[in-house]
C-alpha cells in the first residue's frame, strides 16, 4: 500500500534541500546548470530534447544554457551513434569537476544542519537514500510502469 504522506512529505523535504542547496553556495550559477550536469553524470549523453525534459525546461532553454555549458567547457557536443543526423551532449572532466566542487561546497554549507544526527539516524537516511535511488533511476520508472 503507498503511504502518500510519506511520499509527499520526501517531495516536500527533498525540493526544500534543493533549495537550500542553491542559497547556501552563493554560486551564481544557475541550478538548472547543476541539475543539467547531473543527468548527464547519472544518465550518460543525451540529445538537448532528451536533456529538456528530463530536467522541465523548454527546448529552447535547453539550447541556451548547452550553449553556455559549451562555451565554458562544462560538456562536449558529439555525433549521436544511433543518428548520424543528431547530436548529444555530454559531460567532460571540466563538467565533472565542477560539479563535485559544487557538491563539496554544498555539503560543506549543509554539513552543520545534520551534525548532532546519530549513527541510527545516518543509517536511515542511507536506506532512504538507496531506496529513492532505486526507484527514480530512469530504468527503474519504466520497469515499474510496465
Same mark, same amino acid.
Given at each position: 500500500m503507498i503511504d502518500t504522506d510519506v511520499l509527499r512529505s520526501l517531495l516536500h523535504a527533498t525540493h526544500r534541500l534543493t533549495q537550500l542547496a542553491a542559497r547556501t553556495t552563493? %554560486?551564481?550559477?544557475?541550478?538548472a546548470t547543476w541539475r543539467a550536469l %547531473? @543527468? #548527464?553524470e547519472a544518465d550518460g549523453p543525451q540529445r538537448v530534447g532528451e536533456l529538456a525534459s528530463v530536467n522541465r525546461v523548454s527546448q529552447p532553454g535547453m539550447s541556451r544554457l548547452v550553449a /553556455?555549458? #559549451?562555451e565554458d567547457g562544462l560538456v562536449r &557536443?558529439? /555525433?549521436d551513434p544511433d543518428d548520424s543526423r543528431? %547530436?548529444?551532449i555530454a #559531460? @567532460?572532466?571540466r563538467g565533472r569537476d565542477a560539479l563535485d566542487e559544487w557538491r563539496r561546497v554544498v555539503v560543506a554549507q549543509l554539513g552543520p544542519r545534520f551534525n548532532s544526527l546519530d549513527d541510527e539516524d545516518w543509517a536511515t537516511l542511507r &536506506? !532512504? %537514500?538507496a531506496i529513492l !535511488?532505486? &526507484?527514480t533511476s530512469p530504468n527503474e520508472a519504466s520497469e515499474v510502469a510496465a
Open positions: 552563493g %554560486s551564481v550559477i544557475p541550478s %547531473s @543527468t #548527464l /553556455g555549458m #559549451l &557536443r558529439h /555525433g543528431a %547530436s548529444v #559531460l @567532460t572532466d &536506506r !532512504a %537514500s !535511488a532505486s &526507484r
